[in-house]
């Protein structure tokens, strides 16, 4: 976020926009106020490592802020069952207009309001399309919404078993790839795949044998925590051998394929039926969800109001436009560039120091740590690298002894930082502060929680952090005071 005559002018309204806004809250409640006030000040002083956050511009921000908020309109564009949507209207088609030309998507539906909920959306319209596509044509059924709830039971029998493969979550995948206490993982008869136990990548050939034996109705692809590129031309040609629905859940790397990072066999929007993502996270949206897909599940997702949203949020579908839109510009490919390189060179550092990483590298946005290896916790770790001055997360690794919570991971991204301005040579030397503190942190006993850090490296590390993220002012020029 570097400073040009235009951005700085642009961050002068910005500063008056969010003072006045800040101002009208304090006369209601000023303890709110004050807290937002002193999140951007956290924000600004923070080393923000965390792979699933980000910045959006003050226009993303500020799109939030109006009187959509005020407005209720399930449905879609031009069936709504609120009178006076018509500007409604037009945020979500022009959120689903910059998406479809963003993705080279044949269909964008922005309502979702998180990433589960645009799996949940995903996963009930592959599921509806799989019952109607062949049993309501033969029944001569033309109005799906009118079926009744023992219709529904009827045709659903006709798919026989429901099963989902995923990615483990120790693998990589996530919660809502039918992780048990999930409700993808109770929806479906479940089975996840791996990666192999020596390289931690995934194998094809084994995923096909798997996929062959389980015999899915929907084999879901992508990832939170795995470091490398996922062919989805070869998970194409396995999901059509058995049958399957391909669904790739990008809500990571959506960022990296709307900057172009990720073509042709890496591209999931050009290979699978249903595309989920979050808005927020290498996109640099708002927080929610969108879904993509081809025109023939259209029908089935344009539905996710109501069969499993409730109203949609006008605001943040005015602030999905405004951040697609965004993306849409060139600089966005050359920021998307700047997050892989920046994480190689993150795990550059990291590797010099001898901390071990999860596949020995990345290709993507994220870097993966084992701290097992170190004799420590992912929870150890996690809050010794805070005390540091170095904001991450705990993560699972590939067999992970310890388990979801304690984990034996640390889990770390570069499209925050990159967003700040930071460049290559900065991420080695924060891999390399990384290390510093790993090397300096001790479990304290048999416990998976206290720890021991060295508090000179920890006062060094702060003191460097500070400087680091000084240096690259988070939304230079707007300020509240």
């Known amino acids: 976020m570097t400073s040009t005559p235009s951005t700085v002018s642009t961050a002068s309204a ?19 106020a004050a807290a937002i006030g002193q999140e951007l000040t956290d924000q600004r002083e923070s080393l923000k490592l965390i792979a699933s956050e980000n910045y959006a511009s003050p226009a993303v921000l500020l799109a939030m802020g109006n009187w959509f908020s005020d407005k209720y309109a399930e449905g ?47 996963f009930w319209s592959i599921l509806a399309h799989r019952v109607e596509s062949p049993a309501l044509a033969e029944a001569g059924v033309k109005n799906v919404d009118a079926l009744t709830t023992e219709d529904w039971a009827v045709l659903r029998r006709s798919l026989g078993d429901q099963r989902m493969l995923g990615m483990s979550l120790d693998a990589g995948g996530h919660l809502t790839h039918g992780f048990r206490p ?22 094809y050939a084994a995923l096909r044998a798997q996929a062959r034996e389980f015999r899915p109705l929907v084999l879901v692809a992508g990832y939170s925590a795995y470091p490398r590129l996922v062919d989805f031309a070869a998970m194409r040609e396995i999901a059509d051998e058995v049958g399957a629905t391909l669904m790739v859940d990008m809500a990571h790397f959506a960022g990296l394929v709307a900057g172009k990072v990720l073509t042709g066999d890496l591209d999931p929007v050009a290979h699978a039926d249903v595309v989920t993502t979050t808005t927020h996270k290498s996109l640099r949206g708002p927080r929610g969800g969108m879904v993509l897909c081809t025109a023939e599940y259209a029908p089935s997702v344009d539905r996710g109001c109501p069969l499993v949203l409730g109203g949609p949020l006008p605001h943040v579908m005015a602030a999905k436009a405004v951040a697609f839109a965004e993306a849409r510009r060139p600089d966005f490919a050359d920021y998307a560039q700047a997050v892989v390189a920046n994480s190689r060179a993150l795990a550059e550092g990291l590797l010099r120091r001898g901390v071990r990483l999860v596949t020995g590298g990345t290709d993507n946005h994220l870097v993966l740590a084992d701290v097992g290896a170190a004799g420590l916790t992912g929870r150890q770790a996690e809050a010794a690298l805070l005390e540091a001055g170095l904001v991450t997360n705990r993560n699972a690794v590939p067999a992970d002894p310890n388990g979801p919570w304690y984990t034996s991971g640390i889990r770390f991204g570069t499209p925050a930082l990159t967003t700040r301005g930071l460049g290559e040579a900065e991420l080695t030397e924060v891999g390399e502060l990384v290390a510093d503190v790993l090397t300096a ?5 048999e416990s998976k929680v206290r720890y021991r850090l060295d508090a000179a490296v920890a006062q060094r590390t702060r003191a460097r952090a500070a400087e680091i993220v000084g240096a690259h002012p988070l939304y230079p020029g707007v300020e509240l005071v």
């Open 14 to 32: 910005a500063s008056t926009a969010f003072r006045s806004a800040l101002e009208v809250i304090a006369q209601v409640e000023p303890r709110v």
């Open 76 to 122: 879609t564009p031009g069936r709504r069952f609120y009178a006076a949507c018509q500007n409604v209207d037009t945020v979500e088609e022009l959120a689903a207009e910059h998406a479809r030309a963003l993705f080279g998507a044949e269909h964008a539906y922005p309502q979702p309001h998180s990433g589960i909920d645009a799996n949940l959306v995903a």
């Open 441 to 445: 942190t001790q479990a304290e006993g």
């Open 182 to 203: 999930n409700i993808s993982g109770k929806m479906f008869e479940q089975a996840s795949y791996g990666t192999d136990p020596e390289t931690g990548l995934i194998d």
